[in-house]
């Protein structure tokens, strides 16, 4: 065999080396961004555990939340309105952030969609929809509050009913 040819089955040998190890490569980085968005994940899942095990050890945030249930809003406390403003606002922030995850591909559409409903559902309370007046959020999550509030307006699902044997009625 001559030099040439020994040179081009080198170069061809060289050539499918060096895809090879893109294709491993990319698997790596595949892999990797599997590994990330899982850790993402559940540091959102511990967050809001985190979140709902703390509120439901408060009792102003409990006392008020049974005072909406029952749809008596208007006896709410001046330190209960405050206990939901701040979980309220607790949660739009984690929102805001599931937003930012799903806006930069980090979060999928299933997920972004379940923290929408859950916000278009606090905000089907008039109450809920009255805070945070004063709150700063990213202007494209403001947009998307906006829009959760008519949505909860115009069609509301009816989260904050329940039938006449659920515990909450008794």
């Known amino acids: 065999m001559n030099s040439q040819k020994l040179n081009d089955w080198l170069q061809v ?4 080396g060096i895809i090879g ?4 490569v990319g698997v790596q980085m595949k892999q990797t961004q599997m590994i990330a968005l899982s ?3 559940q540091a959102r899942v511990s967050t809001g555990a985190e979140v709902d095990m703390a509120a439901s050890g408060n009792p102003l945030i409990l006392s008020g939340y049974a005072k909406l249930y029952h749809g008596s809003a208007d006896q709410l406390t001046a330190e209960e309105v405050l206990a939901q403003e701040f979980l309220l606002g607790t949660y ?15 979060l999928s559409e299933e997920h ?6 859950e ?4 905000f089907e309370l008039p109450f809920f929809r009255s805070l945070l007046q004063t709150w700063q959020f990213r202007e494209s999550f403001s947009k998307v509050m906006e829009q959760a509030k008519k949505e909860a307006i115009n069609n509301p699902s009816g989260c904050w009913t329940f039938a006449s044997d659920h515990p909450i009625n008794n």
């Open 112 to 117: 972004w969609r379940g923290s929408f409903k």
């Open 92 to 106: 739009m922030k984690l929102y805001e952030n599931n937003h930012y995850q799903y806006q930069m591909g980090f």
């Open 39 to 41: 850790a993402n994940y």
């Open 13 to 16: 040998a060289g050539m499918f």
């Open 119 to 122: 916000m278009k559902c606090q």
């Open 21 to 24: 190890t893109l294709v491993f």
